[in-house]
């Protein structure tokens, strides 16, 4: 709490991580749909391969090995292109004995918890969102009741569980580059959408490094409701930096960007 209030009003957050934490950073870039060098081989270099269904399982199978934190902001800019807001968020990630768990934490002026959501993967289970809203009591939201937004940005909460990977309806569309690397395109339908929520979402999936590198989520009618993109992923000195990553509102134009400054020794 104190390390989330000492950054407030900074751009990123940097966190120095021990070899023991390395495959909770490789994790926490799949949930939160960035991209690092993710060793290549074996599973991975078949998805070029799978068709969609068994690429959806794949990239959900993911996950962490030890316990991981990591501090950030989520800057909000509004339609007229202004940055007004920055709201220090903590992650942590825990892994389960048939799943894993991610918890967020955003704090408020005064470093006090003010928002929280623990999303619950486990197995082929339905995720579960338990959520505390600000002044509210806590909640379990499955599946389209989680299409909430948190902390006021442009995150839903499903987008946050990757909701979307668990639909029954996953199909390729074919292959295509972004950032210089080879990726499937996945879409993923949702059976049964309620107004103003997601209809489909088509993601580009790194082809090698099972990550995403972008998704459009698209209403039942096809229209463009949301994009979300990385920011840039640099290796610096031998070590991957990753800035930023962004979803933008495609109705109103408004943005929220999270910010790390994660540094692997």
């Keep these: 709490m104190s390390k989330a209030r000492r950054h ?9 991580l021990s ?12 949930l939160a749909a960035a991209w690092l060098a993710f060793p290549s081989g074996g599973r991975a270099a078949a998805a070029a391969k799978l ?26 800019r509004n339609p007229a292109g202004k940055w007004w807001k920055e709201v220090p968020v903590r992650l942590t990630v825990q892994p389960l004995p048939d799943g894993w768990q991610s918890h967020y934490v955003v704090y408020d002026a ?3 918890p003010a928002e929280e959501l623990l999303v619950i993967h486990q197995g082929s289970k339905p995720n579960r969102y338990v959520y505390r809203p600000p002044g509210g009591k806590v909640v379990t ?28 309806k996953q199909r390729i569309l074919g292959s295509e580059m972004r950032k210089g690397r080879p990726c499937r395109v996945l ?10 929520q997601y209809g489909s979402v088509k993601s580009w999936i790194d082809a090698e490094k099972l990550a995403l590198l972008r998704a459009e989520a698209y209403d039942a ?45």
Excluded at 19 to 30: E, H, Q, T
Excluded at 63 to 69: G, I
Excluded at 150 to 167: I, M, R, V
Excluded at 187 to 196: C, I, K, M, T, Y
């Design 19 to 30: 070899s023991a934490a390395r495959s909770g950073l490789r994790f926490l870039f799949l």
């Design 8 to 16: 407030s009003d900074s751009a990123a957050v940097e966190l120095r």
């Design 110 to 112: 005064h470093g006090a």
């Design 187 to 196: 879409e993923s339908v949702n059976p049964d959408p309620a107004p103003g």
């Design 141 to 168: 939201l499955r599946g389209g009741e989680a299409a909430v937004s948190f902390a006021g940005s442009q995150f839903w909460l499903c987008d946050l569980g990757l909701e979307f990977l668990w639909w029954p």
């Design 51 to 76: 068709d969609g269904p068994a690429l959806a399982q794949l990239v959900r199978e993911q996950r962490p090995t030890e316990v991981f934190e990591a501090s950030g902001l989520l800057r909000l």
């Design 221 to 265: 009618s096809g229209k463009l409701l949301k994009e979300f993109n990385i920011g840039s992923v640099k290796k610096v000195r031998g070590q991957w930096r990753v800035k930023s990553m962004e979803i933008r509102d495609a109705l109103s134009d408004a943005r929220t960007r999270l910010e790390f400054d994660l540094i692997v020794q």
